[in-house]
C-alpha cells in the first residue's frame, strides 16, 4: 500500500514522498517539531487506559531525544487536527549495538482502526530507517499486530530481551 495523494512538500529521502501525505480521510505527518501536538495527549490517555504501559517510557524518550537522528521518526496520522495514530522507528534502546533499530510506540485509536492505519505507518518506518537498521526489533501482544509484522519480513523469536519479531535486512 502506498501513499495516495502526496503533497508538495519536498522529500529529502528516497521512497519517502513527502514529509506529510493523505491516506483515506487521515493526513500523515513525520514529527519533527520538538513540541509534541496538544492531541496526542488524548490519544495517549486513551492508550494507557488499554493497558499499554510504553506512554511513560515514550515521553521519556522524546523529552531526551525526539527521534531525529539517521534512520529514526515519529509518524502521527490526524483527523482533521486531532492526532488518531502513531508509530516509531529508533534505535533499540534494549540493546548496545549501533546496528539493531526498533519499530515501537505503534498505536491506532480505538475509532481509527480497521482503515489500514497500522500498515501505512508501520511502512513509512520502514521507509524511514528500514535500509538504515541491520536487524530491526519489536514486541507485540497482540496477534493481529503479529500478522501486520510478520508480512513485512519480521519472523517470531525466542531469546531476545524485550523482543517478540525480528526482521535482519537484506544486504
Known amino acids: 500500500m502506498g501513499h495516495p495523494e502526496v503533497n508538495s512538500v519536498p522529500s529529502a529521502e528516497p ?3 513527502g514529509e506529510s501525505w493523505a491516506f483515506g480521510g487521515f493526513r500523515l505527518q513525520r514529527w519533527t517539531d520538538p513540541g509534541l501536538p496538544g ?3 488524548r490519544l495517549l490517555a486513551e492508550a494507557e487506559g488499554q493497558g499499554y504501559a510504553w506512554i511513560v517510557e515514550f515521553l521519556g524518550e522524546w523529552t531526551g531525544r525526539p527521534f531525529a537522528n539517521d534512520g529514526e ?3 502521527l496520522a490526524f483527523d482533521e487536527a486531532d492526532p488518531v495514530a502513531m508509530a516509531v ?3 533499540d534502546p534494549h540493546v548496545s ?3 539493531t533499530g526498533r519499530l ?3 498505536y491506532v485509536g480505538q475509532g ?3 482503515q489500514g492505519l497500522a500498515r501505512c505507518l508501520v511502512e513509512a518506518c520502514l521507509r524511514r530507517g528500514g535500509a538504515h537498521w541491520q536487524r530491526l526489533r519489536l514486541h507485540a501482544d497482540n496477534p493481529v499486530a503479529a ?3 510478520e508480512s513485512y519480513g519480521f519472523r517470531p523469536v525466542d531469546g531476545e530481551a524485550r523482543s517478540t519479531h525480528v526482521r535482519i535486512a537484506a544486504r
Open 112 to 114: 481509527a482502526r480497521k
Open 89 to 91: 522507528i529508533s534505535a
Open 97 to 99: 549495538d549501533r546496528e
Open 73 to 75: 521518526a515519529l509518524f
Open 39 to 41: 492531541g496526542l495527549s
Open 147 to 149: 500478522r501486520l509484522y
Open 104 to 106: 515501537r510506540y505503534i
Open 15 to 17: 521512497g519517502l514522498q
